[in-house]
């Protein structure tokens, strides 16, 4: 004790200089920031009537988050998350703050704080019917409800409670511009007008409909500003897929309607302050209308609103051709009457990113697969490039391999331009701008019952113009089976090898004998003969916990070999962590100290340093490997860890910069900073 007592004082003198050394290093803990990548799928857009400038954007279902503009769509910030599978925004007509939400299971919800906090109000209306949400403003603003039955609801106190409306079976129902009146469309086609707020209704004409499915449709309507009494009526359905319907055109009102030839896949449609009158459409962009509807200009191919799908447009009063744009590729801008058009999607980060890569060029060039589109970066995600195929499904939907000496070259898997049941190998040689389809044999899939699937890629590392890819398939008349073929020339020819049933993922080690790896979800083979014949190995790894069940999973990312020995392999497994191999795949031992819950999806190894590893695991983020230690330790200050589903890559010139890529864009963390 006297001893102890007699070391106090140099304790206490110590421990301050421990914390003020520790403070600094804390502070700098390396932290993830989120890149540039905005844009997303957007299935939603609304304009406050009172504040035009403001405008809310409902990102896709994956995502469910909810953006505000206040500047016109130039800048855009996060709100909160929406209710689930959101289809529809209204804005209220006199407090931009209120926004009402129309989910897919047709429940209605409201927001008072902008789209921070909802709440449902649907208690008085009929379960599971609500078609659409309409607004009038006024004095007393009304709130409306159209149900899939066609009755007809009305609220005073913005959607708390709810009054059926006297009116015949509607089937859609819009609020003129500037009158306030009311316009129905009832399931028989004749248009009914109201002046009251839905008290008393006019009939008016109608127009013809010729299919009788057309009741699943909902009428949509648009008013000409420029031309009083001129509106047009267009149908179109939405469930899994669109369906569309006719186009109808009245100039007196609503008395008499004639029926237009609609611009194909019609989906929304706005007449500008001069009467120009732009269409939306599905995989076609926008076209115009200078003559009420009766001719539309054709698509140009060299000025499309990228992604060639508009799901909704709005115009700004005061601001004479400017315009929004929304849909898959996001949100873009137009100040010449929809002539040419820009991204505006500054702060949406709401691209969910599919696949990731990196390639050896310098800089390096990274390229991110979104469900808006294909991007590239070549100074670390601070900025991006958009780019496109000419055809927007004409692109794959997963970046498989980059080539080591050509890295604007490019391959990945997609849907086959050859059948809509079938997946297909793609290369582009421009960083993703274009992209052709490979004819490998097993994509072209015979007769409407056949499919087929790819699942495996890889590259010769001594010669890359040697491919090899793997799959299944089930062709009309043959049944099922496996397939694994190689090709020297682009597929021009093609060499069948010996096939694996459920080839997940197919990976060849370095040097000239390098032996071929096979994965599938049960089990590990090897081949020393370049897949000509194969041998089970793979002692100790956990076979039940290569895959989820019930779900598929690819297992690209979760096999690697160490570039440095060619013995050492790494195993990412569903709910035990990693497992390593140092004698080629023969053997393997858990090495999951720290992980030994995750799932991991993507195991990387440092290029320059083989003792430094990392995993992209689902729902826990990331983890670096300590080799001191013998551990693993969570990397996710920074990390949206709900949003990560264990896309990761290194930058092959700056191994120390990772790159995530999360259901909100792509993040980036320094750790030698």
């Not at 279902?61 to 289809?87: C, I, K, N, Q």
């Not at 047709?106 to 009929?126: C, E, F, K, N, Q």
């Not at 909902?218 to 267009?234: E, I, M, S």
Request: charged share 20%; proline share 7%; hydrophobic share 40%.
């Amino acid at each position: 004790m006297t001893e102890l007592l007699r070391r106090r004082p140099l304790l206490l003198l110590v421990l301050p200089v421990l914390l003020v050394l520790a403070a600094p290093v804390a502070a700098a803990t390396p932290r993830w920031v989120r890149t540039n990548l905005f844009g997303g799928w957007i299935v939603a857009l609304a304009q406050a009537p009172s504040a035009p400038q403001t405008l809310y954007a409902a990102a896709s279902y994956s995502t469910g988050e909810m953006f505000r503009s206040t500047d016109a769509g130039a800048t855009w910030h996060r709100r909160g998350l929406l209710p689930p599978h959101t289809l529809q925004l209204t804005v209220h007509p006199t407090d931009p703050q209120i926004v009402y939400g129309l989910a897919s299971l047709a429940t209605v919800y409201r927001t008072r704080d902008g789209g921070i906090t909802w709440s449902r109000i649907d208690a008085d209306l009929p379960e599971q019917s609500v078609k659409a949400i309409v607004a009038s403003g006024g004095p007393r603003p009304v709130l409306f409800a159209v149900t899939s039955g066609g009755l007809l609801f009305s609220s005073l106190d913005d959607g708390d409670h709810w009054q059926a409306l006297d009116h015949g079976p509607a089937l859609g129902l819009a609020v003129e511009p500037g009158t306030g009146s009311l316009f129905a469309m009832t399931w028989d086609g004749m248009v009914r007008k109201s002046g009251d707020l839905g008290a008393t209704w006019v009939g008016l004409g109608g127009v013809v409909l010729e299919d009788n499915h057309l009741v699943t449709h909902y009428p949509h309507f648009a008013f000409d500003p420029a031309r009083p009494g001129t509106l047009y009526v267009w149908y179109f359905g939405q469930d899994y897929f669109f369906d569309y319907g006719p186009l109808f055109r009245s100039r007196d009102g609503g008395a008499t309607w004639v029926k237009l030839t609609p611009p194909p896949n019609l989906l929304d449609l706005v007449a500008l302050p001069d009467g120009t009158l732009l269409a939306g459409l599905e995989h076609g962009g926008v076209l115009r209308s200078s003559d009420f509807g009766e001719t539309w200009s054709p698509f140009d191919w060299e000025n499309p609103v990228p992604n060639a799908s508009i799901y909704r447009m709005v115009a700004f009063p005061g601001k004479p051709g400017t315009l929004l744009a929304a849909g898959p590729g996001g949100l873009w801008a137009s100040a010449d009457h929809g002539v040419t058009w820009a991204a505006s999607d500054e702060g949406l980060a709401a691209n969910e990113v599919a696949s990731l890569a990196t390639g050896p060029a310098v800089p390096t060039f990274l390229v991110a697969k979104a469900d808006s589109g294909f991007f590239r970066s070549t100074d670390q995600g601070r900025t991006w490039l958009r780019v496109y195929s000419e055809v927007s499904w004409e692109q794959p939907w997963e970046i498989e391999a980059i080539d080591p000496r050509h890295p604007w070259s490019l391959y990945g898997f997609g849907e086959s331009g050859h059948s809509y049941t079938s997946s297909g190998l793609f290369r582009s040689t421009t960083g993703g701008r274009r992209w052709r389809e490979l004819p490998v044999s097993y994509s072209y899939a015979p007769g409407s019952h056949s499919s087929s699937w790819m699942t495996a890629f890889a590259l010769d590392p001594q010669n890359p113009d040697v491919l090899y890819v793997g799959g299944g398939y089930f062709f009309h008349y043959q049944g099922p089976g496996d397939f694994l073929v190689r090709s020297d020339d682009g597929f021009a020819t093609e060499t069948d090898l010996t096939p694996l049933h459920g080839l997940q993922a197919l990976t060849i080690a370095p040097g000239e004998d390098g032996a071929f790896y096979g994965l599938t979800c049960k089990r590990l083979y090897q081949s020393h003969d370049r897949a000509t014949t194969w041998q089970r190995v793979g002692r100790g790894l956990p076979a039940r916990k290569l895959c989820p069940k019930g779900r598929w999973w690819s297992l690209r990312n979760a096999l690697v070999i160490d570039p440095g020995d060619p013995k050492r392999l790494y195993v990412g497994t569903v709910g035990e962590g990693v497992y390593v191999s140092e004698d080629g795949g023969a053997t393997f031992r858990a090495m999951n100290r720290g992980l030994e819950t995750a799932q991991v999806v993507t195991v990387l190894i440092d290029p320059t340093d083989s003792t430094k590893l990392y995993a992209g695991t689902r729902d826990h983020g990331v983890y670096r490997w300590s080799a001191q230690w013998k551990r693993w330790f969570p990397l996710n200050n920074g990390l949206p860890k709900h949003q990560y589903r264990g896309l990761l890559a290194i930058d092959p010139n700056d191994p120390a910069v990772l790159y995530a890529g999360t259901a909100g864009g792509v993040f980036r963390i320094d750790l030698g900073e």
